[in-house]
């Protein structure tokens, strides 16, 4: 009976020993990447505490400084009138380094164990964290020193996601690949969470401490990464999933019911992915330009640069847009801006179940790019009319934005880096997904500096920035939204349907 079972009998009984390790990577890259941007989250909360308006602030009764000074509160260098341009090159110093790294990241991901380079990401990552909220207890006051943690640290946090892909799109099939991995990415949005929540309780005093407590736990994550990530199933004796369905080795044209949206012919690619027809050979990895040719990378790419621009400007930037328009207090304001990544986390998990259910990847984004363009301009219009629009909003708003963004980076990637095209070389994966997403780092980038270089112009002028690039972002997967719906029509004709089986 059951109660006679030891309970890790009874859960072994239960599930299969397969499952039970899948289950297990899944949790464990998801603690992984949660603490990735959990890390990067604080500064956007406490950028409201390096420069705020002195004069609303009761002076404490020992306080040194003259009584006409209106910026005794505020922490040099940020105490100047250009405080938005430096807090933005703070921005920057990470997402460049960040969007330059990415690509050479994929590169290394595939040539070294990812156990390794995982651990080392996280103990670095944690390590500059820490240090940059160290500059409060050192009394540091130079802009260069913050410059230069931002650049280091997001060299180091490129080891992450091509890694945590990598290591899932092992373990996981393509059959349900968009729900297992939009529910997983969901790690983006409760990192931003945690990072908001506690970042929070020491915004308004030891600030410090919003940063070393992130680094901290960063760190203790990547010796918990080092002790336990398995990278393929198959150094513990599990089963290989299946990458590809039956339907997929078949290729044709747009009549043919095995037809791939994203197709060319299978060889086209083998030189390029260094695919060796000798049963005995290894693989080797494929170059930058045999996994740039791979069908549908290119258009995945740029579309990801819009969308992340959009996504990282809320995430550098919405904590600071509703203390200065809502007027709540830098604590208040951190904790609404998580309600934006309570609808990411939705919308990932809904872009995941939809496209997984029409086997249309791009059309599952353009559609939720199309719909995120009006709820942005009622936002900026209406949402800060009250609290109950605001939360309704920001919820709405975050569903639609980061669903297309979660999908990309997650499903999408690893469809294309298992791509048929490239006979098996799972060594693409990593290589692919450092494309995808060092492309959109690139718009991750642009987004916050053209924020805090619009800002000063009004923030209605942002808004009409984020809408544009949504725009853009939908325009780029006209082509392969076209090829799906000729797949779907083709389907249909012949009464096969189109959902993947």
């Known amino acids: 009976m059951r109660s006679s079972l030891a309970p890790g009998i009874w859960l072994l009984r239960t599930f299969s020993r397969d499952s039970c390790y899948r289950g297990f990577i899944l949790l464990l890259t998801f603690f992984i990447y949660t603490c990735y941007h959990m890390s990067r989250k604080p500064i956007s909360v406490v950028k409201s505490r390096l420069h705020q308006n002195c004069s609303e602030i009761i002076q404490p009764p020992n306080a040194t400084h003259s009584p006409n000074d209106t910026t005794w509160c505020n922490w040099p260098p940020f105490d100047q009138d250009n ?44 390590l500059f964290t820490s240090l940059f909220g160290l500059g409060y207890f050192w009394d540091i006051h130079v802009l260069w020193y913050y410059v230069l943690i931002q650049i280091c640290n997001g060299l180091v946090q490129t080891t992450g996601w091509p890694s945590v892909v990598t290591c899932v799109g092992n373990w996981f099939g393509k059959g349900r690949r968009g729900l297992i991995m939009g529910i997983w990415n969901s790690h983006t949005s409760v990192g931003n969470i945690l990072g908001s929540l506690i970042a929070g309780l020491w915004v308004s005093e030891r600030w410090g401490l919003s940063f070393v407590v992130p680094g901290v736990i960063t760190a203790a994550m990547g010796i918990v990464t080092f002790l336990f990530l398995i990278e393929y199933p198959e150094d513990v004796d599990c089963t290989t999933p299946q990458h590809h369905g039956e339907q997929e080795e078949k290729q044709g044209s747009p009549e043919d019911p095995g037809y791939n949206p994203y197709g060319h012919q299978e060889g086209s690619l083998e030189a390029s992915a260094g695919w060796s027809k000798e049963p005995s050979a290894q693989p080797a990895a494929i170059s930058f330009w045999g996994a740039l040719m791979i069908p549908g990378v290119i258009e995945f790419s740029l ?131 450092a494309i995808i997403d060092g492309t959109g780092s690139i718009g991750a980038a642009l987004g916050p500096l053209l924020a805090g270089l619009i800002s000063p112009t009004g923030w209605n002028n942002v808004f009409y920035m984020l809408i544009s690039a949504d725009v853009l972002a939908c325009l780029l997967l006209c082509r392969l939204v076209y090829k799906e719906i000729l797949a779907w029509k083709s389907h249909l004709s012949q009464g096969t349907g189109y959902k993947e089986l």
């Open 83 to 126: 405080y938005k341009e430096l807090l933005g090159a703070v921005d920057n110093a990470f997402l460049v380094a960040y969007a330059i790294g990415m690509f050479i990241s994929g590169i290394f991901g595939e040539r070294l164990p990812l156990r390794y380079y995982l651990s080392a990401g996280m103990l670095l990552s944690g």
């Open 303 to 433: 579309c990801l640069l819009f969308a992340k621009l959009v996504s990282y400007t809320f995430l550098y930037w919405l904590p600071l847009y509703i203390f200065n328009v809502a007027h709540f207090s830098a604590k208040e304001a951190g904790d609404l801006s998580t309600l934006f990544d309570v609808g990411g986390i939705t919308g990932g998990i809904l872009a995941g179940l939809i496209s997984d259910y029409t086997n249309g990847r791009a059309t599952t984004c353009c559609v939720m790019l199309i719909l995120a363009a009006p709820m942005l301009f009622l936002y900026n219009r209406f949402g800060q009319s009250g609290i109950a629009s605001s939360i309704v909003m920001l919820i709405v708003c975050g569903a639609l934005v980061n669903g297309p963004y979660a999908l990309i980076t997650t499903a999408v990637s690893a469809d294309l880096g298992t791509h048929q095209s490239l006979k098996g070389n799972a060594k693409a994966l990593s290589t692919v997904t």
